[in-house]
Each structure stands twice: as structure tokens, then as C-alpha cells.
């Protein structure tokens, strides 16, 4: 199947690949535009050529995108199903995630209902991260192909409460406004996002006036299960956590060539090296505390110089630190389940999946006390949280490094003790699946009122 859609000032041709999954049609578009300007794969290069750099078609993509999502359930003849055969037809619900797909509300109303099509469907839109809006220069609003009564929906002037930077058109403002709904990866999130204009990013006025709702995010449940495992040689559950976990921390620790100790404590990083995760905090906290009695693994990729600050871990404190600054599935894996600790020092954090990943696996979570942390972490019950940190990336605050410090301290003061074996057994006792979210979800997508949902 082959649709036309017009993008920027050419009509472009847009295929579509189809599999049916775990109960679920899966459609990925297929057109030049999204491979990695070089021969070869896309790799992880979905936004940009690296880390921090965006693609200069960016808006030419996602408005593909866009346009391509919204034909699909009309065009698919998708017969994968026992149940079902056919296109989906006109009576559906969209859920856009974050800017790239935010012109969906808009193309929804401008080329279909305008036209007496999709006129009972409606869309949600999800906020995963604020900090990412699609921010572009307003004289490229044209390039969207949408009627000048939208151009206000997409103005902006970042800076409204510092210095002015100059007009803008922005994407996650026109989906907030335009979208039937707009929902984040958890509560205390939403609540973060319409509290200030840091934590909001510039957004906490428009979505003070839309409102917004809060619903965790659920963890693959079979990727990451402890007794099934495929990367970790100790397989384990609530029963046999306690006899499991020091043998996994020994294999951890040879395997990145740490002294081979099971008594001494050993912390987990696991994440993305830059600043919304806090990985330049945590490395000025590890030059306080490393002094205890205690070992650390990082791993993570990001940004050069956060990548060589751990890197120089281990040259620092070769017996006591090891930097990973590669993308290594099995030793993610083996860091979840041998560590007993992992420490999340975020700035900010949407929902977060290490915390969950690390109670599911009986590693207890050192962490901020922001967005789906607070949610998720119970303090003294499945974790350690460790307040606030300073939202401003631009900066580490001493005042964060001294509350990873001392509640790095709090936490090893507890290790070995009858009541870091009940905190280990709590997190594994945690319902972390998609249940409970998916059933939250379907009640939201239910209250939209589309034609059909019952």
C-alpha cells in the first residue's frame, strides 16, 4: 500500500511494513527520508547524526510521519487477526508521543475533519519529556502545510522569563493545545510540569490552562525478569534472592575487574551520560564518598566529556571504580542484578525504568526525589530518596552532591542488616507489569468518547 502526502513543497510516495505481534498490528512507515544520511543502517540515529544534534529535515520528517500515521488506519487492510480483517476505519484514537508526532491534532482537524472524515476520532497526547518541544524558527511554519489559524497555536517566544532568544513555532505547545488530552509517564510529573517554569521548561502556563493527567509507566516484565534471565548465570526469585545475589555481584565484579568481594557493597549506574540524569553530579559525589567502604560500576554513553569522566573512574580508583561508556545490554543486565544498589540521581525523571528494572531484580534504589521516582520509590520501604536536585543543567550544585553523599551513607549504614533483606524482598513484592497502567490508560481513552471504544 502506497499513499501520497505532502511534505514542505513536494508530494512524497509513503509505504508502509506490517507484522502482527503479541496481539498488537505494528505498522512502520517506510520512506527515504528517515535513513541515517550516510549508506547503511539507521542504527540509533533516529534524531541526529549524534548525541545533542538534530537532523536539519527534522520537521520535514516527523510532519511525514504525522501525515503517514493518520492514513494508516484508513488504507491498511491488515488481516493479521482472528478477530479482525480490514482497515480500521474512521472511529479510532490516537496517542502521539512527545513533539515529533504533535502535528497529528492538527493534520486530524485541518485535512480530514474539515472534510467530514475522522469526524468521531480523537487524540491524546503523551509527554514523556518536556525538556524536547520541536522548538524552529517561525518563518518555517509554512513548511507544515497547515492554515494560518494554527500559526497561533504554534508561536512562541522562549525566554518569557528570562532573556528572550526571538520567535519561535513550537511543536509540544500546538499538540498540548490541540490534542482531546494530554497525559504524562506519572503523576507527580504532572504535577512537577505545572508547578514552575523550570520545571514546566516554559510550558507550565499552557498547561496549567489544559490541564493534565499522570499515569507510570509499566516495565517489560519478560525482558527483565530475574528467574529467566538469559544474560545473568544465577537465575533467581523472591525465595532465593538472598543466596543469588552475592553470587551475581561476584560475577559482576570479575567481569569488569573489580576485586572479587561479596561483602563489600556495590552501587549501580545505569543511564544516559548527561545532565537531565545527573551523571556530572553523581561524578563529583563519587570523589566524596568513594573513601567508604564500597565499590561502584557506571554505565553509560552520551556526551564525550561525561563519557571520559567515567572513563577516568578506574584510573583514579582502580580497586574501588569501574566506567563503562558503551552501549552493553548483558552488563546492564548483570549490573541489575548484581549490584545492591542503584543510585538515580536525575535531575528530573519523567517516570524512569531503571528504578523498576532494579526492584524487579531485588537492587535497592538510591534516588532524586523527582517525577515517577517519587511515584514508584517508597523511602526506607523499596529505596533510599535523596530530595530534589537543582533543575538548572548549566551547573552542579554542591548542595546535590551532599545529598547523594549522605544518602550513599544513609543506605550503606543499612547493608547487611534484617532490614535491607526486608527492603530487597519489598521491591521484588512490587507490581511493576503494565497491568494496573494499561487498565488506567483505557479508562482515560474511554472518557474521550470515540465512537465505537466501548
Known amino acids: 500500500v502506497a499513499v501520497e502526502v505532502k511534505v514542505g513543497d513536494s508530494i512524497e510516495i509513503v509505504r508502509f511494513f506490517h507484522c502482527y505481534k503479541r496481539g498488537v498490528d505494528r505498522v512502520f512507515v517506510d520512506h527515504p527520508i528517515f535513513l541515517e544520511k550516510v549508506w547503511g543502517k539507521t542504527g540509533s540515529k533516529i534524531y541526529g547524526p549524534k548525541a545533542g544534534q538534530d537532523y536539519l529535515d527534522n520537521e520535514l520528517r516527523f510532519s511525514l510521519l504525522c501525515q503517514a500515521a493518520l492514513e494508516a488506519p484508513r488504507v491498511l487492510n491488515l488481516n493479521c487477526s ?4 480490514g482497515p480500521y476505519g474512521e472511529d479510532v484514537l490516537f496517542i502521539a ?7 497529528i491534532p492538527c493534520y486530524l482537524k485541518s485535512m480530514y475533519q474539515s472534510r467530514g472524515i475522522y469526524v468521531n476520532a480523537k487524540v491524546a497526547l503523551c509527554i514523556h519529556n518536556i525538556a524536547y518541544q520541536g522548538r524552529f524558527a517561525f518563518s518555517d511554519f509554512p513548511l507544515l502545510n497547515l492554515p494560518d489559524e494554527y500559526r497561533g497555536s504554534f508561536d512562541f517566544i522562549d525566554g518569557y522569563e528570562k532573556p528572550v532568544k526571538g520567535r519561535k513555532i513550537n511543536w509540544m505547545k500546538a499538540g498540548i493545545l490541540e490534542s482531546h488530552r494530554v497525559v504524562t509517564v506519572s503523576p507527580y510529573y504532572a504535577q512537577e510540569l505545572v508547578s514552575t517554569v523550570d520545571k514546566g521548561v516554559e510550558l507550565d502556563n499552557i498547561l496549567r490552562k489544559t490541564s493534565i493527567t499522570g499515569i507510570v509507566n509499566g516495565m517489560d516484565t519478560q525482558e527483565w525478569n530475574p528467574a529467566t534471565d538469559k544474560y545473568t548465570d544465577v537465575k533467581y526469585d523472591i525465595t532465593t534472592v538472598m543466596d ?7 560475577a559482576l565484579q570479575a567481569a569488569v575487574g573489580l576485586p572479587v568481594d561479596r561483602k563489600i557493597p556495590l552501587i549501580g549506574f545505569i543511564g544516559r551520560l548527561e545532565e537531565q540524569k545527573g551523571s556530572d553530579i553523581l561524578v563529583a559525589a563519587i570523589h566524596k564518598f568513594i573513601g567508604l567502604d564500597v565499590q561502584i560500576v557506571v554505565l553509560g554513553t552520551g556526551k564525550k566529556e561525561f563519557e571520559q569522566e567515567i572513563e577516568q573512574l578506574e ?3 582502580p580497586d574501588k571504580a569501574k566506567g563503562v561508556a558503551k552501549f552493553n545490554v548483558p552488563l ?3 549490573i541489575t542484578a548484581g549490584a545492591d544498589f542503584m543510585l538515580i540521581p536525575s535531575r528530573f ?4 525504568l531503571i528504578q523498576l528494572h532494579a526492584m524487579r531484580y531485588g ?18 520501604y523499596t529505596g533510599f530518596h535523596m530530595g530534589a536536585f537543582n533543575v538548572e543543567c548549566d551547573v552542579v550544585d554542591p548542595d546535590d552532591v551532599l545529598k547523594i553523599v549522605t544518602t550513599v551513607a544513609r543506605a550503606l549504614a543499612v547493608y547487611g542488616t534484617l532490614a535491607f533483606a526486608e527492603m530487597i524482598k519489598n521491591c521484588m513484592s512490587e507490581e511493576l507489569s503494565w497491568k494496573e497502567p494499561a487498565k488506567k490508560w483505557e479508562t482515560l481513552l474511554l472518557g474521550l468518547g470515540a465512537a465505537g471504544s466501548e
Open 349 to 352: 525523571e519523567p517516570c524512569g
Open 244 to 250: 543469588a545475589k552475592p553470587l551475581l555481584k561476584e
Open 363 to 380: 537492587t535497592v534504589p538510591i534516588c532524586a526525589s523527582t517525577g515517577g521516582l517519587v511515584d514508584t520509590v517508597k523511602e526506607g
Open 315 to 317: 584510573v583514579l580508583y
Open 82 to 85: 482472528k478477530y479482525f480483517s
Open 97 to 103: 508521543n512527545d513533539w515529533h508526532t504533535a502535528l
Open 332 to 334: 546492564a543486565h548483570m
